[in-house]
């Protein structure tokens, strides 16, 4: 995430202790090594990654495989066989060491943009979202406070889609395959409201956490699920004649409402999710409802000197 390179050494938990500590200390060393032999060559590869992160104006959030393209490698095993389990009597999988082989495999490692995003001039965090805001910190991203109460002209997401997981992951029960949808309009900020310019050396941190439909985003680990949450909703006894009124004066509304109901069986038997249809589309339904909180600025002249 900051043009650094990363190692995450990982020793087998079945494995003694001391070979393990062993294995991870020799390790060590070799990268000691290297950065004694190379280090000129890391400092410029770095410097490189840096400048052409800051010219960057478009960021690939999500990739996926081009099985188009691949290489063949060598793929060196041992034939897989079935006996009989001296701890469960059933049949078990053995690779017999005395049987290796080599076979010609295809290799993919070649893929492709999926999802795009334009790079703003900044992100606005409301002050409320401290968990976010505490790691973007501890993480070394700059960033200030507004000075005063502003109203700007800025995207926004409203999420459509996500999946969750079935079961916890370190802790969280996360979010993929993230889908928005992006509204531009007029918002109001507050004095103390956390203004985070793109321009810095943790640019892609910055685009990897706060764009939502990242794979690694904190809307993806769950740190924005209260938005998802609908507070407001209707009686349908009092809602019943303000959607009739609705619908006598937005013939737009009536057509796509008759639509609905001439093509979908299931819809045209619930008088609830033909209300609810209606009160979606309505002035009194609750407008911050799935509305992503971190917005994105592409002027930053709107905030005036002082910035």
Not at 256 to 279: C, G, H, M, P, V
């Amino acid at each position: 995430m900051f043009q650094t390179l990363s190692f995450v050494p990982e020793t087998h938990m079945l494995k003694p202790f001391d070979q393990r500590m062993e294995s991870t200390y020799q390790l060590m060393k070799g990268f000691l090594n290297i950065i004694e032999q190379d280090y000129e060559q890391i400092i410029h590869a770095k410097t490189e990654s840096e400048t052409y992160f800051k010219a960057l104006d478009t960021w690939t959030l999500e990739w996926e495989m081009d099985t188009s393209r691949y290489d063949e490698i060598d793929y060196l095993g041992y034939q897989a066989e079935i006996q009989k389990s001296v701890v469960t009597g059933l049949d078990r999988l053995y690779y017999n060491r005395n049987e290796p082989f080599t076979e010609k495999i295809k290799y993919y490692k070649y893929y492709k943009g999926k999802t795009e995003v334009s790079i703003p001039e900044a992100y606005i965090i409301p002050q409320q979202w401290t968990e976010v805001i505490d790691r973007l910190q501890l993480n070394g991203i700059e960033m200030t406070k507004l000075q005063e109460d502003k109203s700007l002209y800025v995207e926004s997401y409203y999420i459509k889609e996500f999946d969750s997981a079935s079961f916890p992951f370190e802790g969280h029960y996360v979010h993929s395959n993230t889908k928005v949808e992006m509204v531009e309009q007029r918002m109001a900020f507050r004095e103390g409201d956390w203004l985070v310019p793109a321009d810095q050396l943790g640019k892609r941190f910055i685009l990897e956490t706060l764009e939502p439909q990242a794979t690694d985003s904190y809307f993806n680990w769950n740190f924005f699920d209260a938005i998802l949450q609908q507070k407001e909703h209707f009686s349908a006894y009092v809602f019943e004649d303000i959607a009739n009124e609705l619908l006598r004066s937005d013939q737009v509304l009536k057509a796509a409402f008759d639509k609905k109901k001439a093509t979908d069986q299931e819809f045209a038997n619930s008088s609830r999710a033909q209300l609810d249809f209606i009160y979606r589309r309505s002035p009194y339904y609750e407008r911050t409802h799935r509305l992503y909180p971190i917005v994105r600025l592409f002027d930053l002249n709107q905030l005036g000197v002082g910035y």
